[in-house]
């Protein structure tokens, strides 16, 4: 038998070695090399049954029983959306819940530094850290989207320069019952 690293003939025990993931048999000199030694020694076979079925249909627990964890969504409503100085709203609160960074930080589980961030309003807050936000301080951040906001967005666009479709539309107003005709370019 010959060492798989540098080919030198093994003339006693050879040694088997893990060497960078590799299983190899090398000689005394590169066994240095591996960390753990493996063997060739058979996993024994376990014999594989079929569950006993109780009256229920079902089998009965055998063996350690796996728990899952369960994952915390936040459930927003589309329809909702941030107040817009929430970076003031969670101060205040948490100011006046006589908190500091760090206590808030702990209490929900975030890292403090975040938590200034979001103080400071260079970062908003996602939706499970504003659920968090909310239980913990006991106020609101989210409202519901007003209809007046569309209706100023509208008002805002008429300020704005005339489109070509501005001015189809204010042509076939002129021309009352007349069907508009296109004006050849």
């Not at 589309?78 to 209490?107: C, F, M, N, P, T």
Request: aromatic fraction near 2%.
């Amino acid at each position: 038998m010959r060492c798989e690293v540098c080919g030198r003939k093994i003339h006693e025990n050879p040694n088997k070695v893990i060497i960078e993931g590799a299983k190899m048999t090398v000689c005394h000199e590169c066994a240095k090399h591996g960390k753990t030694t493996w063997s060739d020694a058979p996993k024994p076979q376990v014999e594989l049954q079929k569950p006993n079925l109780t009256s229920t249909g079902f089998a009965p627990i055998q063996g350690p029983i796996q728990i899952r964890k369960r994952v915390i969504q936040a459930r927003v409503d589309v329809s909702q959306e941030v107040v817009e100085d929430y970076s003031e709203v969670i101060r205040q609160a948490r100011e006046k819940a006589g908190l500091s960074h760090e206590d808030l930080g702990k209490k929900i589980s975030e890292k403090e530094s975040l938590l200034r961030k979001i103080e400071t309003g260079k970062v908003s807050p996602n939706d499970l850290l504003v659920s968090k936000l909310e239980h913990a301080l006991k106020i609101t951040l989210l409202v519901s989207v007003a209809e007046e906001k569309t209706t100023q967005k509208t008002a805002k666009a008429a300020n704005t320069e005339l489109t070509l479709g501005d001015i189809i539309q204010f042509d076939k107003k002129n021309k009352g019952d007349e069907p508009a005709k296109r004006k050849q370019s």
